[in-house]
RNA sequence: GCUCUAUUCGUCUAGAGGCCUAGGACGUAGCCCUCUCAAGGCUAAAACACGGGUUCGAAUCCCGUAUGGAGCACCA
């Protein structure tokens, strides 16, 4: 009876899971290698959470050997928002994790792989020979409840206080005989299909998870839906059985919220003939809210939105360094061993992720981003930063571009040593870090804020600001140094700090002191770099005109005073 | 309500019964270095949720309690 209510049903359709099984044969990978996916649903935003998850997934699969591919899941068509598919590849693409297979370049037309459709709506003819096959063998059932129904179902099971679900005798369709199916199909109606779970079921499962361990759960025995009535698209569950064995995945990288399921996904790969895929549950970044911590959303937290990232202008790197640390805490160790190796030479263990949600933490993501610019050369913070900002700042781009060999400079100023500049944390820092190198942005904070100038009188900030116009770049750091030390005590300040300390009340201050107008007079700023490194990035010229402003405001100031 | 699961410095974590007086990193504080920052070096404060067992010995194993998280949809 079974066989027939399957025909009915599916009359159309004439293959078998055999048939797919032989359609898309075991992959040819070495003993070992793991097949990952990233398994995406169209809906808009990309959520960090993904792209964790698929930099785990293809670290796993690389790692042995293995293949890691994009799969679209878009059984949810009312849920679909244009462009999603667009806005996965290219966050994909940008952080390095291209898929080996499925849509693999922006266009989503293009789609590569041995194991195609990667689209799950246009799978249907594969999950429909699935769902007949079950069916005829008794371990699927179509059901006809409508949605007024089912509602009806939980308030009685609430009223009952029994587990809600469909199972037992609580599933009406459960045992419906070929002729009262025949009389729904008869009169247009179209079933759900539903797995038949044993009931009661007192069996556990026990699964290896990769990342947890041992877990011992109660088996299945809801007859969850594995085939939605309204479009044909099966759900969740019976999308993943299917489409994972026929794609040949044997590690199933998923967040955590799917452990629940497990005993139901299990069943279903019992059900198939079909050995399970090796799972590996992540726990998802989280975040504190008030005392508690909840799963990064994406309404209330922009840190979840990948496109946060772009905005304020993370390295791809800092950001893949940051959740390489979130995933494998020994990751810092490596770094710190390794300071220039790239980190797709790390080496990843999935056993070794952490099982509960880590907090997102965006101070040790500036840290490490910190660490991953002063890594770049010159040429590649000048690109990076020029494209940052041709996107997001163009005043900024406008400036970084007008001479171009002097911004690289500026880039470079303590880059080359042993031990390069940390102080720039992304792009958007960039401003703030070296702005004050460019006329434009120099003058605009001076016209704001003044020249700090210390507390000194004026005329000799003015002799200062006169022995610094006359630098001369070609003499060494050392001398120049030397002589600016000599010309300090020669106008009552002490040689170096130790000196001041030991005898404050004979300096008017120390070299510091009087080093601070330079910096104020050449940069607008108290906090800088290396003032012999800047004034020979800056040039002759550029230090006189800086000279003769800073003269003026002093004269001003002098003057008024 | 039921099921599963987790809990080590503020944060990420190391830890597989004696290497634990609990280690590292970020952050914080102090000192050193120093033309100011940044960096770097050194130092400090800072944790095994609680209660019972098991054991010669427990952060580690077992049982409870508390608290957090997740799931119980024709959403993924």
Request: aromatic fraction near 10%; proline fraction near 6%.
């Amino acid at each position: 009876m079974t066989h027939a209510i399957a025909e009915l049903l599916y009359p159309h359709v004439t293959r078998t899971p055999a048939d797919w099984l032989e359609i898309y044969p075991p992959r040819a990978l070495p003993q070992g290698a793991y097949v990952t996916r990233y398994a995406p649903s169209p809906t808009g935003f990309v959520h960090i959470g993904s792209i964790y998850a698929s930099l785990v997934a293809r670290r796993a699969a690389h790692q042995t050997g293995g293949v890691f591919f994009l799969r679209i899941e878009d059984t949810d068509k009312k849920r679909e928002q244009d462009g999603s598919i667009e806005a996965i590849v290219h966050n994909l693409i940008n952080f390095g994790l291209t898929p080996d297979e499925g849509i693999v370049q922006i266009d989503p037309e293009i789609e590569l792989g041995a194991y195609k459709p990667y689209t799950q709506s246009e799978r249907i003819d594969i999950y429909e020979s699935f769902a007949k096959d079950l069916v005829a063998r008794g371990l699927a059932y179509p059901a006809f409840d409508s949605e007024a129904e089912l509602d009806e179902l939980r308030k009685q099971q609430e009223v009952e206080k029994v587990q809600p679900g469909y199972y037992g005798k609580w599933a009406r369709w459960r045992d419906a005989s070929y002729e009262d199916v025949k009389a729904r199909i008869d009169a247009g109606e179209r079933p759900v299909i539903r797995v038949r779970a044993p009931y009661p079921n007192p069996a556990r499962v026990v699964l290896h998870d990769a990342i947890r361990g041992e877990i011992d759960m109660p088996a299945n025995e809801i007859d969850a839906v594995l085939i939605k009535s309204d479009n044909r698209l099966p759900t969740y569950h019976f999308a993943h059985v299917v489409d994972d064995t026929v794609m040949r995945v044997n590690l199933v990288t998923r967040g955590d919220e799917w452990l629940p399921s497990v005993p139901l996904h299990l069943q279903l790969f019992a059900y198939i003939n079909q050995p399970a895929p090796t799972f590996a549950h992540i726990a998802p970044i989280a975040k504190m809210d008030g005392t508690s911590r909840r799963k990064l959303s994406k309404r209330k937290d922009p840190e979840a939105n990948m496109a946060y990232y772009y905005e304020i202008g993370y390295p791809e790197q800092a950001v893949t360094e940051y959740l390489l640390n979130l995933a494998n805490s020994n990751f810092q160790d490596w770094r710190r061993d390794n300071p220039t190796t790239p980190n797709s030479e790390f080496a990843f263990s999935i056993e070794k992720m952490g099982i509960a949600s880590p907090l997102f933490d965006l101070i040790k993501l500036n840290d490490i981003s910190k660490d991953v610019i002063a890594r770049f050369t010159a040429e590649q913070v000048y690109d990076l930063a020029v494209a940052w900002a041709d996107e997001h700042d163009q005043r900024l781009a406008a400036v970084l571009r007008l001479e171009s060999a002097y911004t690289l400079a500026v880039f470079n100023v303590e880059r080359t040593g042993t031990a390069p500049r940390k102080d720039i944390i992304n792009w958007s820092d960039v401003e703030r870090a070296v702005g004050f190198f460019f006329d434009p942005l120099f003058e605009a904070a001076i016209a704001k804020d003044s020249y700090p100038f210390p507390a000194l009188d004026g005329e000799l900030t003015a002799q200062v600001i006169e022995k610094m116009k006359a630098f001369d770049p070609v003499m060494p750091k050392e001398n120049w140094l030397a002589g600016m030390r000599d010309f300090a005590e020669a106008h009552g300040f002490a040689r170096d700090a130790k000196t001041f300390k030991k005898a404050p009340e004979s300096y008017r201050g120390h070299f510091g002191d009087m080093m601070m107008i330079v910096r104020a007079a050449l940069t607008g700023r108290t906090n800088t770099p290396d003032l012999y490194e800047i004034m020979k990035t800056m040039g002759t010229a550029r230090v006189q005109r800086r000279a003769d402003l800073a003269l003026t405001a002093a004269k001003q100031r002098a003057g008024n005073a």
